[in-house]
């Protein structure tokens, strides 16, 4: 006897058939990730591309394909800015994106880009299951976004006319810190701030538009900045400037997924954060070599200049961060508990 697709549904209910047909085809799900970063492959390019395209790889073999993603690189898919409200909305899936560009909307967000907070990758792997990490973490979760991959990364300066390793070089300068809090340890050293993503850093420079840049080591790279840094102030050995860059998710996006994928999705994400940390400080060597090779002066702070820079960042952008509401307040406690 030959049964239409009608009379099967209307015989079962439709939930056996959904059954029957097996989670793969009731569940099939596209994810799609957006970052700011230059394309690249599982193996080559900007680590935080592969570690999106290596979540996509993963992700999908342990779902047996019910799950798939797809990666959108160089800001493809929408503006860099865009990102962390899309998200939020669920009108974006995913996204690699540094943390404090969302501080005008976020304020607590703001703490990912922190002057002198954070003084190695040890400490930053720490905050996840620390206090400070929790109270992150409570934050996103109630605006709607849920951290899946926690990355840190080490950054330092590229300058085009002279270095800026100490307070004292500020002065004058025209600087991209990468966050509010890190501009205001510029001001108060004398540097007038430039405001913009890290995949225009290039271009500002190149007009002279910005006498000089702090990022990751690895945007030093993927955005050859080398083809106009004359300085590089490094960050291999240590920094003011640790950014975290974590791979995050849409709580409306995961909330809709069957739990044993949201397992796996948190899973995939852990398991890549030790492959963050290894690539971050990777970088951070291969920065200094490939700026030396290029013929700029490398520098590396020493602990005097760290301690320098960070009673500045106490005294302005800590102070006003922990000023902002009881939120702030309680996450930079949480946060100094671990220096």
Same mark, same amino acid.
């Given at each position: 006897m ?7 549904? @209307?015989?079962?209910g439709?939930?056996a058939l959904?059954?029957?047909m097996g989670?793969a ?7 799609k990730?957006? @970052? ?7 193996t080559?390019?900007d680590f ?6 290596k979540?996509?790889a ?9 799950l ?5 690189p ?5 503006k ?6 899309s998200?939020r909305?669920?009108?974006l899936?995913m ?15 703001? $703490? ?12 930053g792997?720490a905050?996840?299951n620390?206090e400070v990490?929790?109270l992150?973490?409570k934050?996103l979760?109630d605006?709607g976004v849920?951290i899946?991959?926690?990355v ?5 300066v ?10 004292d070089d ?5 600087v991209?810190?990468?966050s509010?809090?890190m501009?205001?340890?510029l001001k ?7 405001t913009?993503p890290?995949?225009? $850093?290039y271009?500002?420079?190149?007009t002279?538009a ?13 955005f ?6 004359? @300085? ?6 240590r ?9 995050m ?6 909330s ?9 999705v ?5 398991e ?9 400080r990777?970088?951070d ?12 002066k490398v ?6 200049t760290l301690r320098?820079?960070q009673?500045?960042a106490?005294?302005?952008?800590w ?11 309680g ?9």
């Open positions: 030959n049964l239409s697709r009608r009379q099967i549904i @209307h015989a079962a439709g939930t959904a059954g029957w989670p085809f009731s569940q099939g799900t596209a994810l990730i957006s @970052h700011q970063f230059p394309s690249g492959s599982l080559d390019g935080r591309d592969r570690l999106c395209r979540f996509a993963e992700v999908e073999k342990r779902t047996s394909g019910a798939k993603a797809s990666v959108y160089g800001s493809s898919l929408m860099t800015n865009a990102q962390f409200s998200m909305k669920g009108a899936d996204s690699l994106v540094p943390l404090s560009y969302a501080g005008g909307e976020v304020q607590e967000t703001n $703490i990912g880009l922190m002057p002198a907070l954070v003084p190695s990758y040890e400490q792997a905050w996840k620390a990490g929790k992150l973490s934050v979760d605006k849920i899946v991959s926690w840190w990364q080490a950054g330092g590229a300058s085009r006319s002279k270095p800026l390793v100490t307070p500020a002065k004058g300068m025209k991209r810190g990468g509010r809090e501009d205001m340890m108060s050293a004398g540097a007038s701030v430039i913009l890290s995949n225009e $850093i271009a500002a420079m190149q002279g910005m006498d000089a840049a702090m990022t990751s080591s690895t945007s030093f790279i993927s050859k900045l080398e083809e106009i840094a004359k @300085h590089l102030t490094s960050g291999r050995e920094t003011y400037w640790f950014m975290l860059e974590p791979l998710i849409s709580k409306d996006v995961f809709k997924l069957p739990k044993a994928q949201q397992d796996i948190m899973a995939v994400g852990a890549l954060e030790v492959f963050a940390r290894d690539a971050a990777a970088d060597k291969a920065a200094a070599e490939i700026y030396a090779k290029a013929g700029a520098y590396d702070m020493d602990e005097p320098k820079w009673t500045i106490r005294d302005t952008a102070k006003d961060f922990a000023e902002k509401n009881e939120s702030c307040a996450m930079l406690k949480a946060a100094q508990k671990l220096l």
